[in-house]
């Protein structure tokens, strides 16, 4: 059985409370704290009937490994999340199969290739989450994995989109096109720019880090390659602002 995970920040832990309370240990407050918005926090989490304790800031610091608790943590135990992409993208077209033609949503991956920063990839996270993606895919090396920071900046999200670290990311790609999802990289020099792909159908979005952007491999296996127009001084944008512009434009073109 995995040990006991560690939550912070009120969206994080709020999430968790709404979701899955019986996997909820226990929760730290701290007790020189008793603003409108953590009383009603302590309302939900008696609501939710999990064990709370009193604790002070440099005990929550220490639980957390970081300041940025806003006065809340909590003890977890890990939800059981589905193993593979394999088993994943098979249960959404068992799912799928089973619901009227117009009611039937494809595929939607968000793939990251390169995003080192914790906080990146929580914001990366809360957008997926936002627009509804089946999951986010990253490589093993050279990337973030899940932490008490990057759920914390998910704000909830780290316990709602599927992340998935592969071995060989380019393999991955090459498994995901054999399903018949269109793989759609970003890149500075492409011909064409994002509004004029076609994300309708079954797609994975790949971005790469702000500046290095996707390794020559992973753009190698790219179907299409589409940019976000720049029209300021500023050469890139930050890849959380890119993946939400890139997943919001294949839900608007869904709707």
Known sequence: MSSPKVLFGFHAVGVRLRTAPQ????????ASRRDARMRQFIERAQEAGVRLVE????????????????G???RVKEIAQVHSLDELLENLEESQAALPVGERTAPLLLV?????????LGACLR???????????????????INATVAKVASGAAETVPYFMVTNLARTLGELKERNIWIVGTSDAAGKTL????????????????????RQLTTKTCD???????RGAVESLNVSVASGICL???????A
């Open 127 to 145: 957008v997926a989450d936002g627009a509804g993606a089946h999951a986010v895919i990253a490589p093993k090396d050279h990337a973030a994995g």
């Open 248 to 254: 919001y434009e294949a839900l608007r073109q869904r």
């Open 72 to 74: 809340v943590a909590a």
């Open 23 to 30: 996997s909820v240990l226990e929760v730290h407050v701290e």
């Open 195 to 214: 509004y004029q792909a076609d994300l309708t159908g079954p797609v994975a979005l790949v971005l790469g880090a702000e500046g290095a952007g996707m």
């Open 112 to 120: 990251l290739d390169g995003v080192t920063d914790p906080h990146n």
């Open 224 to 230: 299409e390659l589409v940019k976000i127009p720049m």
């Open 55 to 70: 604790s002070d800031g440099l005990r929550l610091s220490r639980l957390c490994g970081s300041h940025a608790h806003q």
